[in-house]
């Protein structure tokens, strides 16, 4: 038992859940039996058709720290993620999809990384995705520390990498104020300018102990993911990281000239090479272009 930390530092886990019967059990296993036990674990079923709602319930039951929530229409992904951030107690906050795995240790490691770091706004762990094998897999272990510069092209170098960022232990009086949570309409790379947002406002740490081993079968690995998610843009399409730049850019205020400079030519760069490798037509009019001038192109390797 953590009492050092009890009864103050309550951690609340947010869990949104949809037609999630095939791994809802196992998740809710890995949270009730965490090392840590000062904790809340609210669900929110965003009107589910399967039995998910039926399993969270038999954990209700067996444990007075699950609490559901029953939406009676599907309210969409991210009004779900808020809406249960709206209801967190807790001094700390993390999300868990219905099909990420934490291990028992990984809310310990966590919150003790943070209590012994007060600099630090968030915490996580290592992690992987459940197609990898963690004897052949180095798990992803970056974290978002030292100056904002440096915070910044850390992140744009890992951003393909940066689950472990957004479901992070985070300090919850932080993430309460995240403006990117309140939109009534999804975009591509949403987590990401959420992630830049906290990056922004301080550091954050990567515990060398604890691990998550997210799901691979989500929604954004689907053929059909732009529908799903109801990102109906034309121009997400072509651009599809042209709404997180123009999200992204709010937050050159909080700058100064070096890191706004920095900030923008990263979106570029980054931008670029999305435009690169998501478009085969455009990449066959460069690679025309690097035959008759000898300009070397390189596609991202993300």
């Keep these: 038992m953590m009492n050092k930390h009890d009864p103050g530092d309550l951690v609340t886990i947010g869990i949104p859940v949809y037609n999630s019967e095939a791994t809802i059990r196992s998740v809710l296993e890995s949270l009730v039996n965490q090392t840590y036990s000062n904790?809340?674990?609210?669900?929110?079923?965003?009107?589910?058709?399967?039995?998910?709602?039926?399993?969270?319930?038999?954990f209700q039951f067996s444990d007075k720290r699950v609490t559901i929530y029953e939406q009676t229409e599907n309210i969409g992904a991210l009004r779900n993620f808020s809406f249960l951030l709206d209801q967190a107690k807790g001094q700390f906050f993390m999300w868990n999809a219905a099909d990420d795995l934490r291990s028992i240790d990984f809310i310990k490691v966590n919150i003790d990384n943070l209590i012994k770091n007060p600099s630090l706004i968030a915490s996580t762990s290592p992690h992987l995705h459940d197609n990898q094998s963690i004897n052949s897999t180095q798990p992803v272990t970056f974290s978002l520390t030292g100056t904002r510069k440096n915070r910044m092209r850390i992140f744009f170098k890992f951003a393909g990498s940066s689950h472990g960022i957004f479901y992070a232990l985070i300090r919850t009086?932080?993430?309460?104020?995240?403006?990117?949570?309140?939109?009534?309409?999804?975009?591509?790379?949403?987590?990401w300018v959420i992630c830049l947002y906290l990056l922004v406002i301080g550091p954050i740490g990567r515990a060398q102990d604890g691990l998550t081993v997210f799901g691979s079968k989500g929604v954004s690995s689907k053929p059909d993911a732009r529908d799903l998610l109801g990102i109906k843009s034309k121009w997400d399409t072509f651009f599809p990281l042209a709404r997180f730049s123009q999200e992204a850019f709010k937050l050159i205020p909080e700058l100064n000239m070096i890191e706004r400079c920095y900030l923008i030519y990263l979106l570029?760069?980054?931008?670029?090479?999305?435009?690169?490798?998501?478009?085969?037509?455009?990449?066959?009019?460069?690679?025309?272009?690097?035959?008759?001038?000898?300009?070397?192109?390189?596609?991202?390797?993300?």
Excluded at 175 to 187: A, V, W
Excluded at 271 to 281: I, P
């Design 39 to 58: 904790i809340e674990i609210l669900i929110s079923d965003n009107n589910s058709t399967d039995s998910t709602i039926d399993i969270c319930k038999e």
């Design 268 to 302: 570029f760069q980054l931008n670029f090479r999305m435009l690169v490798t998501k478009n085969q037509k455009f990449y066959r009019i460069l690679s025309l272009l690097k035959r008759s001038t000898n300009w070397r192109i390189k596609p991202s390797r993300h």
């Design 173 to 191: 009086e932080v993430i309460r104020n995240c403006p990117y949570l309140r939109y009534s309409q999804i975009f591509w790379a949403q987590d």
